[in-house]
């Protein structure tokens, strides 16, 4: 009886972790993904000053098409080399997250994880 109990008082808390894990996973796997739709749609919005304005539309809209197709494929390379949180903490370059602080222990960032080195 009391494992039942506790499950159900622990099952709330249970998902409630696992939203939240999923949650952050997305959004930051929409960063790779949106990141270089956001470049070339900033670049493609210099063809405002040269060209009318519909047509500057139309290749703003294609250029971030174009730049979500692009981010689709560096995110799922990113994604399967790296991992996406191995990958975003080694561009933040904080040692805490990327693994690489302490080489005479081991830690060493390789295979797309953060592991240990065996000895």
Same mark, same amino acid.
């Given at each position: 009886?009391?494992k !039942? @109990?506790?499950?159900?008082?622990?099952?709330? $808390?249970?998902? =409630?972790?696992?939203?939240?894990?999923?949650? +952050?996973?997305?959004?930051?796997?929409?960063?790779?993904?949106?990141?270089?739709?956001?470049?070339?749609?900033?670049?493609?919005?210099?063809?405002f000053? !040269? @060209?009318s304005?519909?047509?500057?539309i139309? $290749?703003?809209? =294609?250029?971030?098409?174009?730049?979500?197709i +692009?981010?689709?494929?560096?995110?799922?390379?990113?994604?399967?080399?790296?991992?996406?949180?191995?990958?975003?903490?080694y561009?933040?370059?904080?040692?805490?997250?990327?693994?690489?602080?302490?080489?005479?222990?081991?830690?060493?960032?390789?295979?797309?994880?953060?592991?240990?080195?065996s000895?």
């Amino acid at each position: 009886m009391f494992k !039942f @109990v506790s499950k159900i008082l622990i099952a709330p $808390l249970d998902w =409630f972790v696992s939203l939240t894990a999923y949650s +952050i996973f997305i959004w930051c796997y929409a960063q790779l993904v949106l990141a270089p739709a956001f470049l070339l749609a900033l670049l493609c919005s210099i063809s405002f000053s !040269f @060209v009318s304005i519909e047509k500057a539309i139309i $290749l703003l809209r =294609f250029s971030g098409f174009f730049g979500i197709i +692009i981010g689709l494929f560096f995110a799922e390379h990113i994604r399967k080399k790296y991992s996406v949180f191995g990958f975003l903490g080694y561009i933040a370059g904080h040692p805490e997250i990327d693994g690489r602080q302490q080489p005479e222990k081991g830690i060493v960032f390789r295979n797309g994880n953060l592991t240990r080195r065996s000895t």
